[in-house]
């Protein structure tokens, strides 16, 4: 019931900034934490940034703190990373997914995900 599509990614220098949106479809997400994910070339999915859909209340990786901003719109049923100062280790695919569940870091507890936008970030 879920659709998630995740726009927004591309080739930026180091130090520049990007902007990823999600668009979610569906049903309404007043109950589910919104999350980015991302996965470079050879490593593991790991967690970025969540948000609550119905409080704003954040949360993100210690790599990326200070960098990047998740915010929602919820009257445009959209969630968006905003991120800035990138260096090359940013450069993965980045998946938005939604967890109806009281989790934020683990993938394996999101529910529904998009299909993920390239950000590739050059030194």
């Known amino acids: 019931q879920v659709r998630l599509v995740e726009s927004g990614g591309g080739l930026v220098q180091a130090g520049g900034s990007l902007r990823l949106s999600c668009a979610a479809s569906?049903?309404?997400?007043?109950?589910?934490?919104m999350g980015w994910f991302r996965q470079g070339p050879g490593k593991e999915r790991e967690f970025v940034a969540a948000?609550?859909?119905?409080?704003?209340?954040?949360y993100y990786a210690d790599s990326v703190k200070g960098r990047f901003t998740i915010s929602r719109d919820n009257a445009k049923n959209t969630v968006y990373l905003q991120m800035s100062s990138l260096k090359p280790e940013d450069t993965a695919v980045y998946y938005c997914?939604?967890?109806?569940?009281?989790?934020?870091?683990?993938?394996?507890?999101?529910?529904?995900w998009g299909q993920g936008t390239q950000v590739t970030v050059s030194s």
């Open positions: 948000v609550t859909w119905s409080g704003g209340r954040t």
């Open positions: 569906g049903r309404t997400f007043s109950s589910y934490i």
């Open positions: 997914a939604a967890n109806s569940r009281i989790s934020y870091y683990d993938y394996q507890t999101y529910d529904y």
